[in-house]
């Protein structure tokens, strides 16, 4: 089959499409032809050693599928033929994965299989920040940084749906349009975003904010939260990590709130299922509706994750396989 691999941590540069034999399958496996495959920032993490989980090259990266499924154990609840998206971890990037039952998710009739290979990994992220570290209440301000990304599409398209006023903040013009799209209630450019955030909220500041950027917004991204507002820390995209001075905590009652989403399912049997009943009823009625993300081929993953570095992507970004509806 073919794989794209990582052949030593040198970056998305160093990527190679290669044909490698098909994944072992023992008795109580799942066999997955995958349709598209997700690219996430841990995978550009991962092609230089940066992420926390360090596989040994050669590897596949890509956290996340969706596809159908070849084969599947009796008593699993799955079926040869069924339409799904899996979470792997990594080997994502290649013909055919093989994941224990309860890592494949069935895609709702509504979700097609190009917008399923963006769902699992941003939207379950965001559901546990939302919903399991923030306590969202319906009502409340959420400000949403990176907000055309993938993590911000699904932070605005949940947060809406559970009843939350959503700023979206972008770091330039050309992308004021995609996260309206997703939902946003108010843009707000980078620039400035802190005075804009307290004017919208007539001074009070906004109740969580989710910040996969980190970097040199995050002290600004404290000053708008409103007493007992919450920050959540989802990523660094912006490079830097940030550290707090936490005399600023204890000035308005705030808090910082880690979100550790793949860490917290080692320690939980069970939950990453608990979730997806939940999104995959949002996905059904129509609360959620997934943006199906840019597409490339799957020997472009190279192109895929520089761009991804370069910041020009707007939404998630998916690898074809093979692809279908």
Known sequence: MRAVQVPRLDGP???ELVHVAEPAAGPDSVVVDVAYAGVAWPDLLLTRGQYQLKPEPPFSPGAEVSGTVRSAPDGSGLT??????????????????????????PLPDAVSLRAGAGVAFNYLTVHFALRRRARLADG????VHGASGGIGVATLQLAKAYGARTLAVVSSEAK?????????????LADGFLARAKELTGGRGVDVVLDPVGGD?????????????????VGFTGGDIPTVKVNRLLLNNVSVVGVGWGAFL?????????????????????????????????????????????RTLTGKALLTVRGGD
Do not use: H, K
């Not at 792997?88 to 998710?105: F, I, M, R």
């Not at 004021?176 to 707000?188: C, H, I, M, T």
């Not at 917004?217 to 820390?233: I, K, Q, Y």
């Open 266 to 310: 080692m320690g939980a049997p069970g939950y990453l299922q608990e979730q997806w009943r939940e999104l995959s009823g949002l996905l059904a009625d129509g609360s959620v509706r997934i943006v199906e993300g840019q597409a490339y081929d799957l020997a472009d993953a190279r192109q895929a994750l520089l761009d991804m570095d370069a």
């Open 176 to 188: 004021v349009d995609a996260a309206r799209e997703a939902g946003a209630d108010e843009v707000l």
């Open 13 to 15: 540069e160093a990527l």
């Open 217 to 233: 917004r995050f002290t600004d991204s404290l000053r708008s939260l409103a007493p007992e507002g919450r920050l959540l820390v």
């Open 140 to 143: 409340e301000t959420v400000l």
């Open 80 to 105: 040869a033929g069924q339409r799904v998206a899996v979470l792997c971890g990594v080997g994502g990037w290649q013909d055919t994965v093989v994941a224990a039952p309860d890592n494949v998710l």
